[in-house]
């Protein structure tokens, strides 16, 4: 939420000093940018990558639409380049009957650089059953691939383990504080039946011997370890993750230099990010220009 808020919290804004430009633009409001930009950036920023597809809708006009991350393979060629030759999308067709789901089938789409092909999946995906095949104008695949990183890796992906941990000592302490407060008593010296344990447990009075004892038996835990324990792991997660705690009280009382200094690593990430994502978006306006040239502009504002 950090990474995203910051990189897209304020809209990016588009510019360029050709007048032609101006139709991109035109595009790019029809299909609120803003909030398409922040899907794109939130999709890549926790499966390390996300995937942008360019189409033209019913109405003659192009549109793109971010889709999800999960339902995507993309396909390099084995060049330096490592062009963009496929992007493989599935995803589950499911059929109804008088409004109950009857069957659950996944349909296939295989995207090239001049067709788009579909196919119906058998179950388990045994075999393709081929549907058919639409060609595209766009003279390359119609799908932007928007990689976080060199590694793909999520923005938490270094973290997951930390913050494992954390839930699991959080989770701890509040079963100990739950088994503190259903523990045993342990009553020492004398004898009692149901009737008297009973009776004990609606008055919440203990009639006992002189010599006679009683105390809950209980595990001992310090409250004081525990909570050092999720201040260093909390503070690791913001170490590693270069994403630093907004909530900390003295991270907000800081100088201004100081304040500069925790954020270089938050800084320096987000610029890697913004990289990769300025080339994402050129992509995109790749794509949309594509179909532009070839309908000298008509398609979009006629």
Known sequence: NNYLGYLTGKPISYSNDTADFEEVINVLRYNDTPDEDSELLRQALIYGKAFEICYIDMDGKQ?????????CIPVYDNTIDSNLKYVIRFYKDTLYREGVSEKE?????????TDISTYKASEGFNSLSFISKVPHYYKQVPITVFTLNKDEESIFAQVISLQDAYNTVLSDNLNDYETFADAYMVIKGMTADDDDLDSMKTHRVLLMDSDASAEYLTKNFSDAQTQNILNTINKKIHSIANSPDFTDETFMAESGVALRYKLVGFENTASGIENQMKKALTKRIELLSEILKLTDNEIIWA
């Open 105 to 113: 089938e996944y349909i296939v789409e295989i995207y090239s650089e």
């Open 63 to 71: 549109r793109f639409k971010v889709l999800d991350s999960k339902e």
